[in-house]
């Protein structure tokens, strides 16, 4: 039975059907499936923020990556180790205020950058000048998978033609309807594309055509497109109207791109999002089939993942 078939939706294909998921290397360790690095959290009082990035390494660690590691603001990192004792804590330098000093974690940053898989940037990561410098080079700097969620597409679209910052890294944009608007408008496309079911397709289309990414336009029926191939599925349920859904997805797409955008699967990174998409409606089914469509956690749905991923390799 195929992923499609499992997810008893209805879906449109430019070219194929959801990719299978690769059989697992039963004689790997941690390194053979991929580091995921999640940059995020914020300790800038007064609004502190940390549950972003930890659940979107915990999405990762489920989804069968070998090493989840966080770098969050000095602040939050023991109790990141707290909240996931699985993952790996970078402290972020901070100013007086809590606010992140862009070449100090550059400093800190780039070495990683060098040795991880993929990398989520964004969960919770706040707002201002610093952030947008802080995803500015990140940009330019990372040469793996790249997925962008959260507060760093809203640090995109406060950025001038972002698009000529980015240079060999491959870049994943998951914004849901809000985030779409607000890079859009800086991008002069059609703001209000993303919030008419019959325009998702060509909206996420032309986003991922002016930047030269996939984009995942989130939503009841989410919408994976690289610009020239689009794919989307009503896989999920009312039940991921809730808080920290979204990081666990981009968690989700980035362990995805650890384990098979590179030898020996080197799965295109259109097919790691659309995977993902379908990997995380198909847990939040999981749950909603026991315990109804209201009251899913976000934890609870990392959770699932695992039973999901074992379900597809058994019946593909």
């Known amino acids: 039975m195929s992923i499609d078939e499992r997810i008893e939706a209805e879906c449109g294909y430019d ?5 299978a998921l690769p059989v697992r290397d039963a004689r790997g360790h941690k390194g053979t499936f991929g ?32 090493l989840a590691e966080l770098a969050v603001p000095e602040p939050l990192a023991a109790s990141a180790l707290v909240a996931l004792e699985s993952a790996t804590a970078h402290a972020l330098p901070i100013d007086s205020h809590g606010a992140l000093l862009p070449c100090e974690c550059a400093e800190l940053l780039d070495p990683i950058l060098n040795r991880v898989q ?23 700097h990372v040469r793996c998978p790249l997925i962008i969620d959260a507060d760093g597409l809203n640090a995109l679209s406060r950025l001038t033609d972002f698009p000529r910052d980015i240079r ?10 809000g985030e779409y608007q607000r890079l859009a408008e800086s991008l002069d496309l059609d703001p209000t594309a993303a919030t008419d079911e019959a325009r998702r397709g060509a909206a996420a289309a032309a986003l991922a055509g002016r930047i030269g990414c996939v984009v995942v336009l989130k939503g009841a029926r989410t919408v994976v497109s690289d610009g020239v191939h689009q794919w989307s599925a009503r ?7 809730t808080g920290g859904t979204g990081d666990a997805l981009a968690g989700i797409i980035g362990s995805i791109a650890a384990q098979f955008a590179r030898p020996p699967h080197r799965m295109f990174l259109f097919d790691c999002a659309r995977l993902g998409v379908a990997i ?8 909603s089939a026991r315990l109804g469509e209201a009251g899913l956690l976000a934890t609870e749905l990392c959770d699932e993942i695992p039973s999901v991923l074992d379900d597809l390799r058994t019946n593909e």
């Open 15 to 19: 070219t194929s059907p959801c990719p």
């Open 35 to 66: 580091t995921v690095l999640v940059i995020g959290g914020c300790a800038k009082l007064p609004r502190v923020m940390l549950g972003g990035p930890v659940i979107a390494a915990r999405a990762a660690l489920r989804t069968g990556c070998g």
């Open 118 to 140: 993929s990398v989520v940037l964004g969960p919770a990561l706040g707002d201002g000048f610093a952030i947008d410098q802080i995803v500015v080079r990140m940009l330019s």
């Open 168 to 177: 060999d890294a491959s870049v994943i944009l998951t914004p849901h309807p």
């Open 235 to 241: 896989a999920g349920n009312a039940a991921l109207a």
């Open 280 to 287: 995380h409606g198909l847990a939040a089914r999981s749950w």
